[in-house]
């Protein structure tokens, strides 16, 4: 079926997302590369940078190997452009729907600026994006990934058989069963993976850091995916992290600022009440990791009273207690407080898909309803930078960036409109 900017304005809403049809019956028909441009546009100074915030980056940079002065500099060049790509899990290897937007995002971005992608790791490893997996096409042989005698080859041959049948998408788990539903965030690379990560093709071991059991494994994706999309993109400066990392190392410093307006939202009585009844009371603001029959999962962690409660969890709210839980790692930030900090006190242009822009617009409602935060700020805070769409073939079968790493030839289609690029999603966004 075939859209129209009306049509697709009409398609949109019926699905229930009326900021996305929004957006994209007003972009439809224009290029990518003129859309692009205007995503790097600024209209208004952004407010000053939190010392905190700026603080909370340079201690990710330097957690994923660059140096402090490194760090310094780009938290220096965040202060200044203030944009990020925030679309993205935290992931082994992407698939075609995250190299559609950063296609779409590299475009436009100004000669000599870096591009910063801010991967969320507050996902279980089985989400949509398959993070413990390296992801590739059925247009790749097995053998051309990893060898032969690669540890465990005759499984991963049968289930990579049984998948061919099913999918043209293809995937080797890097993980055991057992940590599929365990959080990406503060995990740690498992036995099964450094064994396995020895024997992949040279492609992927001439940009892969070394995989050592009980290492980060955030730390080693984030280098993965900066080396994979910079040989896609090698003129760009790309820059992976964990923005969990980035908002965790902010919450431990400014919960302990007693005139923080996220000090108050926890510990000021009558700012929760107030926050918490305009935002629904069951709001998520951490997941934690929990033993449940005899598994580890992921679970949301709401407030409840002067407690952080989830099914299998509950924290007495102290100052103490919640610094201790988020600097340990136990407590990981959610959306809500992620995007509070970055976009309604920062003033950050988050790129985002398809789900991002119908909640910031909602949470920007929201906060302008209430006094807590600067509503000036929040007021002029851009929640409506969308990058989606899908990298496909003539055939319509996805294109991932793996396939390009190990030797598929494709070139961007720089003059496709923003709605060629959506169309491929379309049956994902419309059911």
Not at 39 to 62: G, H, I, K, N
Not at 133 to 162: M, Q, T, W, Y
Not at 204 to 215: E, F, H, N, Q, V
Not at 385 to 395: A, K, L, N, P, Y
Request: hydrophobic share 40%; net charge negative; charged share 20%.
């Amino acid at each position: 079926m075939s859209f129209d900017a009306k049509s697709i304005q009409s398609a949109l809403q019926k699905a229930k997302r009326p900021e996305l049809a929004r957006i994209l019956s007003g972009v439809w028909n224009i290029s990518l590369t003129e859309y692009s441009g205007s995503l790097w546009e600024t209209t208004a100074a952004p407010p000053p940078l939190e010392v905190e915030l700026r603080q909370a980056f340079a201690t990710e940079f330097c957690r994923i190997g660059f140096t402090e002065e490194q760090a310094q500099k780009y938290s220096a060049e965040l202060e200044r452009t203030r944009v990020l790509q925030t679309a993205t899990h935290l992931t082994a290897s992407e698939g075609p729907t995250f190299l559609a937007l950063h296609n779409l995002a590299l475009l436009g971005m100004p000669q000599g600026e870096t591009y910063f992608v801010g991967s969320y790791s507050g996902v279980p490893f089985a989400n949509a994006a398959w993070s413990g997996c390296l992801n590739f096409s059925n247009r790749i042989d097995l053998e051309s990934v990893i060898s032969v005698h690669a540890p465990g080859f005759a499984e991963l041959k049968r289930a990579d058989n049984d998948r061919v049948r099913d999918s043209s998408d293809r995937r080797i788990s890097l993980i055991p069963g057992k940590m599929r539903d365990v959080r990406v965030f503060q995990s740690r690379i498992p036995e099964k993976m450094a064994d396995l990560m020895t024997h992949f093709s040279e492609p992927i071991l001439g940009i892969s850091p070394k995989a050592k059991t009980g290492d980060d494994f955030t730390k080693w994706a984030s280098k993965f995916c900066t080396n994979q999309l910079g040989k896609i993109f090698p003129s760009k400066s790309i820059i992976y992290f964990d923005l969990n990392e980035v908002i965790r190392n902010y919450l431990v410093l400014v919960i302990a600022n007693s005139n923080h307006p996220i000090n108050r939202l926890f510990f000021d009585h009558a700012v929760r009440d107030s926050v918490f009844a305009v935002f629904p009371s069951d709001t998520p603001l951490f997941t934690v990791d929990v033993n449940y029959k005899n598994k580890m999962r992921q679970e949301s962690v709401v407030l409840n009273g002067d407690e952080l409660q989830s099914q299998n969890y509950k924290l007495k709210l102290t100052q103490e207690n919640l610094i201790n839980e988020i600097k340990s790692g136990a407590l990981c930030p959610g959306l809500f407080l992620g995007f509070t900090a970055l976009s309604f006190i920062n003033g950050f242009i988050c790129f985002g898909s398809f789900e991002q822009v119908e909640y910031l617009a909602g949470f920007k409602q929201k906060w302008l309803k209430l006094d807590l935060l600067d509503n000036e700020i929040v007021h002029m805070s851009n929640t409506s930078s969308f990058t989606s769409g899908r990298c496909v073939d003539e055939s319509g079968e996805g294109i991932h960036p793996l396939d390009l790493l190990l030797g598929l030839e494709m070139s961007f289609n720089e003059n496709q409109t923003v709605g060629e690029l959506m169309e491929p999603l379309l049956y994902r966004l419309l059911t």
